[in-house]
Each structure stands twice: as C-alpha cells, then as structure tokens.
C-alpha cells in the first residue's frame, strides 16, 4: 500500500525539461502559424494566444496532479476506461465535429473542444497498469490477465480508426501493448499477439486507398511529389537548409503555404529550418530527459502499479515523440500525430501535462 504522505519533493529535473518544451512549442507555434494566422483570422497572434491559455491550464492541471495521490486513480481506473468509451462514441453523434478537415475526431462544447483519443491514451495507461497489477491476476495465463485490456483495447482500436485516425490507435496499441509486456507477459504469449495481430493491422491499414498510397509514398516520395508525397517532401526542404544553426527563428519559407500543418504535425521541420541542427539537436536532448526521468521514477517507484504507470506514461510521450520524428524526417510514413508538449493543440497538452503530473507525484514516493 502506498503511504498518502508524500515526504520527497517531486522530480525537478522532469518539471524543468517540461517547461523547457513547453516554452519552446509556444515560441515555435507563434514562429510558424502567424503568417497563417493573419491570413485565416485577421491576427497574427491567434493560435499562439490559443496555445498559451491551453499551456495555463495544462500546467494547472499538471501541478493539481502532482499533489493528489496516484494511488486514487488505480481506484478509478474502470470509471476512466468507461468515460473513454463514451467519449469516443459521442465522436460519431451530432456533438462530433471534423474542424476544418475530413476526419471526425474532436467533441464540441459551446467554444471548447475536446480529441477524446488524447483521453483515451492516458486512460488505458492508467487502466492497464491498475489491471496488470492486481494481485488477483495470474501473469502467466492470458485469459485472466492480459485478454480483458487487449479486448478493450481493441474495441478503442476500432473506434479511433474509424475516425478516421489511424496514427493514434497504432500509438494507443503499442503503449498498451509495451505496459502488458513489462508486466511481465511470457515471451511466447508476445511473440503469438504480435503474429497474430499483423493481419488485421495490415488489412486496416491497406483497405483504404489513400492509407496505402501514404503508408508507400514515403519509400519514393518523389514517385508523386504533388499527391502522396508531398508533405514528406515539403518537410525535407525545410530541414534541409537549417544546416548547422538555422536560417533564423521567424525566417522559415517552408511555413509560407509549402508545409502543411507547421505549427502541428511537421513543427520539428520547421525547428529544423530556423534554428538548424542544434535546434533539433536540443529538442531531442530534451526529450531524452525527459525519458530518463520517466524511466527512473518507474524503476524507484515503490509498488508495481506506480512502476507500470510511470513506464506507461513515459512511454506514452516517448512512442509519440519517436513517430512525429520520424515522419518528419521521412523514416516512416506520415500519420498525423504530433510532437507532444511543442506541437499546437489544445487536448494533446492537456492530457499529456495530466499524465507528467501523475509522474511528478509517483516520484514523491520513490525509493530514492
């Protein structure tokens, strides 16, 4: 049982590193979106005053989960779990809304919106650790301990596929997934899920024609340079002239119209571009932190379910961060998630702050 006292302070390395990304993603959304910003709503300022009232209340969040004790979330795991599936139901009703592109992701409320995915991230890490850590579970026998997450992940699968958004489920699978297997799956069990469920993901992801044309245009974007490979393309010239230090920050070409979504998805090219090598060079360094800091507050943490939680939400940011890069760079196809903490948006920085609060208070009861 873990004490409700907590006599450390929380990790002050990983608040650091966070505020380090946050005010990064702040300067560099305004650097990259106030040409569009001006042209769309008549005030340069738009989206990086959006940002800032959704980093305020990120931060909020983030400081009031640091101080409630983690250990109350395993209690309300099922309840999160549930609140998910609504949510992500409600996405297909009259309160769904596609926000200015073709794919139905966002709930509206009067002037707020909500992505419930970015809920849905957060709610199975901390379910799945609750579950995998009850001591009522047999690890070793799949159909009392890791059928009932993987079934409900599958259901979520589907839900935010249809979206449609598959970038999210795939990120969704693989934490849950990772979180099952530090839990201690046998091997065999993971090597018989992985075989097993290639199929599905390569029908998924090959039934609809503009996913196939995107998942193959990345191996020769230049085959269709104005179609499917276009934003890979678009990316690589801005990173490509950032050279060393950039060609300086506000001074982006890509950002005018070439790149799409600058100030989300293909943020880190323009990062590239402005401030060069060492720019991108620092971010990762930065992310690198922060993954440590996750990784060693798992390993100190003093019961299994904080362990799990901890790892789940590391790896959360960190299978994110590695994607977003990774599209940008052109090493894997693009599929629309953005760079947590740095990318514009107001639902990724919320939940995601929510999740580094909850590693702030594990880490007040760390061993060491």
Known sequence: MVKEDQRRDPDFALILVVLLLLGIGLVMVFSASYVVSEESFGDPYYYLRRQGIWIALGVAVMFLFSHVS?????????VLILIN????????????????????????????TLQPAEFSKLAFVIFTAAYMSSRSIRIQKFWSSSFIPLALLGVAFVFIVLQPDLGTAL????????IILLAGMPLKQAVALSVFSIPPLLAVAFKEEYRRQRLLSFLNPWADPGDTGYQIIQSLYALGPGHIFGVGLGRSRQKLYYLPEPHNDFIFAVIGEELGFVGAVVVLLLFFVLIWRGLKIALTAPDTFGSLLAAGITGMIAIQALVNIAVVTGSLPVTGINLPLISAGGSSVVFTLMGVGILLNISRHCRQ
């Open 70 to 78: 983690y250990w109350h979330l395993r209690r309300l795991s099922l």
């Open 85 to 112: 599936f609504i949510l992500l139901t409600l996405v297909f009703t009259g309160a769904g809304t596609s926000l200015g592109t073709e794919a139905k992701r966002w709930l509206a409320f009067g002037g707020l």
């Open 171 to 178: 990120v969704l699978a693989a934490n849950t997934f990772l």
